[in-house]
């Protein structure tokens, strides 16, 4: 291969990136919002109810870390990654979620870019507010808004659940 | 969050009104038809292209001719791949036409398979009388026709064995199945006498949870997805066309791997 073409493939390979970038980073403008989307003030025993009528199946806890975070609608935007999960005061449970850091972004509508590590934060959502979405996990009893609100998790502070344990959680069809 | 080639202004939605007969001039459809015209009018013989109604007739018979196809390449005897259990995702994903939450549970006890069409023995099946037929596991992948899958677990009695059973004529063109939430299926007899297609009564080796179709599903590793039925009712093998759910809203009946 001659050097212009490795340049110019090079070249296209960049482009492809610039452009895969952003389009992964979108998400779909304002729409109706359907029954399973979630309800902005949601309380937790609201939330605990919703759970309850998704028929919770068994999860082993190890089979949750790297999941994605769904948020629920159509195009299905990618919130964040489960990491792991904590035990909480009340006997319940936490999903520990790495939402993606912004890189300071935000003005070029590049907000929640999987730069992994870089500018990112756990945050701990109750396990009544996701469900499982096949090999991924989606935030049903959290707005995105409320989810990015949530307080930094510090690692460490709560009692991991261990991996093979087994938890019941509710699931969901998809959002398409 | 927005996208940087969104415009920071967008136009008063009321310019689309203002222009919705043309909007409707350059639909897909329009498109079509124009197409429809142009190439396909030795196809078209007598079809007034301009009514959408001979369109969709014109669409149902290229749909038909490629069920033919697929029937036609459809080998009984070629298996589909199938997976170690390290790759089994549980629980499954579940879809439905409605939300997970509108699902109905079955009274395992109170529920009877019945039996209808060119079968010689049409006595209704308990869940007991089923369990005690063989039973065959295949670790096989679900696709879907939306785009995703993933490999699933199922356990239960070959529908061969169960067809063998009860005196059905396997020289009928149909088998078809009713459900307790009314999505009716149906299958081609080639594929219901394939030995990756069950009648599955338990996933990853326990019994099948309620969202999944209890106390009996269809599996099949060689249809898409939408072609396996939850919570099974009814069989009838027939010579007439059964149709289904979403084949009778569009959907191409064979959907063969």
């Known amino acids: 291969m001659s050097a212009r073409a490795i340049r110019c493939a090079r070249g296209v390979v960049l482009l492809t990136l610039a452009l895969a970038g952003p389009a992964q980073a979108q998400t779909a403008g304002p729409s109706p919002a359907p029954d399973h989307m979630p309800k902005p003030g949601m309380t937790a025993p609201e939330m605990a109810g919703r759970a309850a ?16 975070l769904l948020q629920p609608e159509e195009s299905q935007p ?64 959290l707005t995105p808004e409320r989810l990015r609100a949530l307080p930094a998790f510090a690692p460490g502070s709560a009692t991991a659940v261990q991996p093979d344990e087994t938890l019941r959680l509710g699931i969901v069809r998809p959002f398409h | 969050m927005r996208s940087p080639f969104r415009p920071r202004t967008v ?7 203002d222009h919705r007969p043309l909007v409707r001039q350059i639909e897909r459809r329009g498109l079509l038809r124009g197409g429809l015209t142009l190439g396909a009018l030795t196809m078209l013989t007598g079809c007034d292209v301009t009514d959408t109604t001979a369109v969709g007739r014109a669409l149902r018979a290229v749909s038909n001719f490629n069920d033919g196809v697929q029937a036609a ?21 579940f879809n439905a036409y409605y939300d997970v939450e509108d699902v109905k549970p079955i009274d395992g ?9 060119l079968i010689s023995d049409k006595r209704p099946w308990t869940r007991r009388q089923i369990a005690e037929l063989p039973e065959r596991e295949i670790i096989i992948r679900h696709v879907c026709v939306e785009g995703w899958d993933y490999i699933g677990q199922w356990s239960g009695v070959p529908l061969r064995a169960f067809l063998e059973c009860v005196g059905a004529d396997l020289t009928a063109k149909y088998v078809a199945f009713k459900s307790a939430d009314d999505y009716p299926s149906s299958i081609d007899m080639a594929s219901a006498l394939h030995p990756q297609t069950l009648l599955a009564t338990r996933y990853a080796g326990a019994e099948l949870p309620d969202p999944y179709g209890y106390p009996l599903r269809l599996r099949t ?15 009838e093998v027939t010579n007439t066309y059964p149709g289904g759910y979403w084949e009778n809203r569009g959907f191409n009946w064979f959907a063969g791997l």
């Open chain 1, 78 to 141: 990618v919130l964040g990654r489960v990491t792991g999960l904590v035990r909480r005061n009340d006997g319940g449970a936490d999903v520990i979620v790495r939402l993606d850091g912004v890189l300071g972004l935000t003005w070029l509508g590049l907000q929640p870019v999987a730069w992994s590590g870089v500018g990112s934060r756990l945050v701990a959502v109750p396990v009544e507010a996701v469900a499982l979405l096949g090999e991924h996990v989606a935030l049903m009893g």
């Open chain 2, 221 to 235: 590793a060689v249809k898409l997805g939408f072609k396996n039925p939850k919570w099974i009712t009814a069989i």
């Open chain 2, 73 to 93: 390449l459809f080998d009984p005897r070629k298996l589909a791949p199938e997976y170690p259990a390290s790759q089994v995702l549980k629980p499954p994903r």
């Open chain 2, 109 to 117: 006890a109170a529920w009877r398979l019945e039996l209808a069409g």
């Open chain 2, 11 to 17: 136009p008063d939605p009321g310019i689309l009104d």
């Open chain 1, 53 to 68: 009528g998704r028929f919770p199946q068994p999860v082993r806890v190890g089979d949750l870390p790297g999941r994605l």
